[in-house]
Protein backbone atom coordinates (compact mmCIF):
# COMPACT_ATOMS: atom_id res chain seq x y z
CA UNK A 1 0.00 0.00 0.00
CA UNK A 2 2.49 2.36 0.98
CA UNK A 3 4.33 1.86 -2.55
CA UNK A 4 1.64 2.49 -4.96
CA UNK A 5 1.07 6.00 -2.16
CA UNK A 6 4.60 6.87 -3.04
CA UNK A 7 4.21 5.80 -6.53
CA UNK A 8 0.99 8.30 -6.96
CA UNK A 9 2.53 11.01 -4.86
CA UNK A 10 6.01 10.90 -7.50
CA UNK A 11 3.60 10.94 -10.09
CA UNK A 12 1.84 14.03 -8.66
CA UNK A 13 5.64 16.10 -8.10
CA UNK A 14 6.57 15.10 -11.30
CA UNK A 15 3.29 16.78 -13.23
CA UNK A 16 3.50 19.86 -10.95
CA UNK A 17 6.91 20.32 -11.93
CA UNK A 18 6.53 19.98 -15.38
CA UNK A 19 3.69 22.46 -15.54
CA UNK A 20 6.05 24.59 -13.62
CA UNK A 21 8.66 24.26 -16.15
CA UNK A 22 6.32 24.46 -19.13
CA UNK A 23 5.05 27.91 -17.83
CA UNK A 24 8.03 29.00 -16.74
CA UNK A 25 10.18 28.46 -20.03
CA UNK A 26 8.28 30.38 -22.53
CA UNK A 27 7.74 33.29 -20.20
CA UNK A 28 11.29 33.47 -19.63
CA UNK A 29 12.29 33.20 -23.08
CA UNK A 30 9.48 35.68 -24.19
CA UNK A 31 10.90 37.89 -21.95
CA UNK A 32 14.33 37.89 -22.91
CA UNK A 33 13.47 37.97 -26.43
CA UNK A 34 11.24 41.34 -26.22
CA UNK A 35 13.87 42.71 -23.33
CA UNK A 36 17.10 41.48 -24.46
CA UNK A 37 19.44 41.34 -21.44
CA UNK A 38 23.11 43.09 -23.41
CA UNK A 39 25.12 43.78 -20.64
CA UNK A 40 26.72 42.29 -17.60
CA UNK A 41 25.51 44.91 -15.77
CA UNK A 42 21.69 44.63 -17.06
CA UNK A 43 22.02 40.90 -16.02
CA UNK A 44 23.06 41.70 -12.76
CA UNK A 45 20.17 44.10 -12.18
CA UNK A 46 17.30 41.27 -13.76
CA UNK A 47 18.68 38.73 -11.44
CA UNK A 48 18.94 40.90 -8.12
CA UNK A 49 15.08 41.21 -8.64
CA UNK A 50 13.40 39.33 -5.91
CA UNK A 51 10.66 37.76 -8.12
CA UNK A 52 12.76 36.68 -10.86
CA UNK A 53 15.68 35.37 -8.20
CA UNK A 54 12.65 33.38 -6.54
CA UNK A 55 11.37 31.93 -9.90
CA UNK A 56 14.92 31.02 -11.04
CA UNK A 57 15.11 29.15 -7.62
CA UNK A 58 11.97 27.22 -8.06
CA UNK A 59 12.98 26.41 -11.58
CA UNK A 60 16.22 25.19 -10.51
CA UNK A 61 14.30 22.96 -7.72
CA UNK A 62 11.37 22.05 -10.01
CA UNK A 63 13.89 20.63 -13.05
CA UNK A 64 15.98 18.88 -9.96
CA UNK A 65 12.75 17.31 -8.80
CA UNK A 66 11.74 16.11 -11.70
CA UNK A 67 14.75 14.52 -13.30
CA UNK A 68 14.82 12.85 -10.09
CA UNK A 69 12.03 11.32 -10.52
CA UNK A 70 12.60 10.27 -14.00
CA UNK A 71 16.07 9.09 -12.91
CA UNK A 72 14.77 7.24 -10.44
CA UNK A 73 11.89 5.41 -11.68
CA UNK A 74 14.31 4.26 -15.00
CA UNK A 75 17.02 3.36 -12.49
CA UNK A 76 14.15 0.81 -10.30
CA UNK A 77 12.54 -0.40 -13.72
CA UNK A 78 15.98 -0.95 -15.49
CA UNK A 79 19.05 -1.97 -12.95
CA UNK A 80 18.36 -5.25 -11.12
CA UNK A 81 20.75 -5.87 -8.94
CA UNK A 82 19.92 -4.20 -5.67
CA UNK A 83 23.92 -3.10 -4.59
CA UNK A 84 24.27 -1.52 -7.98
CA UNK A 85 20.71 0.09 -7.95
CA UNK A 86 21.55 1.92 -4.38
CA UNK A 87 25.04 2.91 -5.65
CA UNK A 88 23.20 4.53 -8.61
CA UNK A 89 20.63 6.38 -7.23
CA UNK A 90 23.02 7.67 -4.34
CA UNK A 91 25.69 9.33 -6.36
CA UNK A 92 22.79 10.53 -9.21
CA UNK A 93 21.08 11.92 -6.08
CA UNK A 94 24.22 13.39 -4.70
CA UNK A 95 25.23 15.24 -8.19
CA UNK A 96 21.78 16.78 -8.16
CA UNK A 97 22.16 17.75 -4.56
CA UNK A 98 25.62 19.32 -5.30
CA UNK A 99 23.99 20.97 -8.95
CA UNK A 100 20.86 22.77 -6.28
CA UNK A 101 23.07 23.78 -4.21
CA UNK A 102 25.68 25.10 -6.68
CA UNK A 103 22.54 27.01 -8.51
CA UNK A 104 21.56 28.64 -5.22
CA UNK A 105 24.87 29.95 -4.49
CA UNK A 106 25.36 31.39 -7.75
CA UNK A 107 21.59 33.23 -7.38
CA UNK A 108 22.43 33.95 -3.60
CA UNK A 109 25.40 35.49 -5.00
CA UNK A 110 24.02 37.63 -7.30
CA UNK A 111 22.22 39.72 -4.25
CA UNK A 112 25.47 39.42 -2.69
CA UNK A 113 23.75 37.43 0.44
CA UNK A 114 26.73 34.47 0.34
Not at 17 to 30: E, H, K, Q, R
Not at 82 to 107: D, K, N, Q, S, T
Given at each position: ?44 ELLSSSWVNT ?53 FNVKGVV
Amino acid sequence: MSQSISGLRAWIFQRITAIYLAVFVPIALGYLLFFPVTSYQSWIELLSSSWVNTSLLLFVFAILLHGWIGIRDVVIDYVQPFPARMMLLVLVGLGLIVCGVWAARILFNVKGVV
